[in-house]
């Protein structure tokens, strides 16, 4: 369950891997956008329906094999974002 004023609204990740992911994969990742980045990472973003959906895609980047490097979750409002590395650092907030 999601918190009460998210309800009824997607809200937008951007999913940060290490590894390339063809674009063709967008349909099995949600119809997330596929974004190959510098370096050999990839970007997955888009509408994600719930929590429950998060987890899914994060359990089928995990099945894959990728590292995970980042999850960012992207608000309306410009600089608002709630960050969440992969990599074992701090969370890192911005409102």
């Given at each position: 369950?999601?918190?009460?004023?998210?309800?009824?609204?997607?809200?937008?990740?951007?999913?940060?891997?290490?590894?390339?992911?063809?674009?063709?994969?967008?349909?099995?990742f949600h119809g997330l956008a596929?974004?190959?980045?510098?370096?050999?990472?990839?970007?997955?973003?888009?509408?994600?329906?719930?929590?429950?959906?998060?987890?899914?895609?994060?359990?089928?980047?995990?099945?894959?094999?990728?590292?995970?490097?980042?999850?960012?979750?992207?608000?309306?409002?410009?600089?608002?974002?709630?960050?969440?590395?992969?990599?074992?650092?701090?969370?890192?907030?911005?409102?």
């Open positions: 369950m999601g918190h009460p004023r998210e309800q009824g609204k997607q809200v937008v990740y951007r999913i940060r891997v290490r590894g390339a992911i063809d674009a063709g994969w967008s349909e099995w596929i974004s190959p980045q510098a370096g050999g990472d990839t970007l997955l973003t888009g509408p994600v329906r719930d929590q429950a959906a998060l987890h899914g895609l994060l359990a089928k980047i995990r099945d894959l094999g990728l590292p995970l490097l980042s999850v960012e979750r992207v608000d309306a409002a410009p600089g608002a974002a709630e960050r969440h590395s992969g990599c074992g650092e701090d969370e890192i907030t911005k409102r």
